[in-house]
């Protein structure tokens, strides 16, 4: 570990980092790999083996946060995403609706720092939106996540109203569909993957994604602050099997589990050509039937996150943004105070 920290503070470390971010990028990330492929974090050690590993574990947060750093500022200059992956690893690619509101961006860059921290990672954003909106379009060039930018409209008469409660249509129901359908488009039927639907409110481990790379057909996982309680979870049987969940809403329901509370494998969802989100369906069904296309009961799924014993993704939600002030100055004549600035 001192020799790591001999080379980082080293004259030729400043020059790579000034005059060649690129070829750092990929030497930071040769190291990185090597740290990641051949040091298990679960095995038991002795005190010195452990004070070692803790060491090690520090290098990488710094290894990983380097080279996040790096792909960001590379995107930032205008050279494009560098998409530096293992081949060894499946690709995770998270899907995320997003739709224009105060919060947008600041969700969006939330979740772009931490999927910069995921190697093998591939974003599909999904506007609600008649066409890509300037903001998204620049938050993702300059974000440094390999991404696909998408566009799908949600239909007027099927639009939250500002005082609708938020369970009254269905959410992210056409922007989902169209990732799928690029999906299935677009990504080799050779290629080894897992799907995420990664909503844009919410806060994940990055633990989590490594997790899901494992997913043989559909894996779940707690959910903290979602449906009424702290926490949603499958309930695991001793030996690892899903035998149920302790869900307080609908508990009837096939897969009582939120949309961050499931991932699926990749060729599972090219085979299932007719899996998709439906809007023919009761209220809080939504994850239920799009399961129910892709297994045949709950034997099948796989629990994670040691066996849904840890909190790895978090239904967070920003406050509501009071804008009051803003409608007191709109009656004087005054411009709203953002003019000029894209918030």
Not at 89 to 110: D, F, G, H, N, S
Not at 267 to 293: C, D, M, N
Request: aromatic content about 10%; hydrophobic content about 40%; proline content about 6%.
């Amino acid at each position: 570990m001192g020799f790591l920290a001999q080379i980082y503070r080293s004259r030729w470390w400043r020059y790579l980092q000034k005059r060649k971010p690129g070829l750092l990028l990929v030497l930071i990330f040769a190291v990185f790999l090597i740290y990641f492929n051949f040091i298990d974090p679960n095995r038991r050690k002795s005190d010195v083996e452990y004070d070692n590993h803790q060491l090690v574990q520090s290098e990488l947060v710094r290894l990983r946060s380097q080279i996040g750093f790096l792909k960001a500022k590379l995107a930032a200059e205008g050279r494009g995403i560098t998409d530096l992956n293992d081949l060894a690893q499946p690709m995770i690619y998270a899907i995320t609706p997003t739709y224009a509101r105060p919060v947008q961006k600041a969700e969006l860059i939330r979740l772009c720092h931490t999927f910069l921290l995921v190697p093998n990672f591939h974003w599909i954003v999904v506007e609600d939106a008649a066409e890509p909106t300037d903001l998204v379009t620049n938050l993702l060039k300059r974000c440094g996540v390999v991404y696909t930018q998408l566009k799908a409209l949600t239909p007027p008469e099927m639009k939250l109203k500002p005082r609708d409660p938020n369970w009254r249509y269905p959410r992210g129901v056409w922007q989902r569909n169209e990732a799928l359908t690029w999906i299935r488009n677009n990504v080799p039927v050779s290629r080894e993957g897992v799907v995420y639907f990664a909503d844009d409110d919410n806060t994940y481990s990055l633990e989590l994604f490594q997790d899901l790379r494992s997913t043989k057909a559909v894996s779940v996982f707690p959910v903290a602050l979602v449906g009424g309680v702290l926490l949603e979870k499958p309930e695991v049987s001793p030996d690892g099997r899903v035998i149920g969940f302790n869900a307080l809403w609908e508990p009837q329901r096939p897969y009582p589990i939120d949309m961050a509370g499931f991932a699926v494998n990749l060729q599972l969802i090219l085979a299932k050509s007719e899996a998709k989100f439906s809007l023919e369906v009761k209220r809080g069904y939504l994850e239920s039937e799009f399961i129910g296309h892709l297994i045949s009961g709950r034997e099948e799924l796989e629990a994670k996150a040691d066996l849904c014993t840890k909190v790895l993704v978090w239904h967070t939600r920003a406050e509501a943004i009071k804008t009051t002030g803003e409608n007191i100055r709109k009656r004087k004549g005054l411009p709203m105070t953002n003019v000029g600035f894209e918030i």
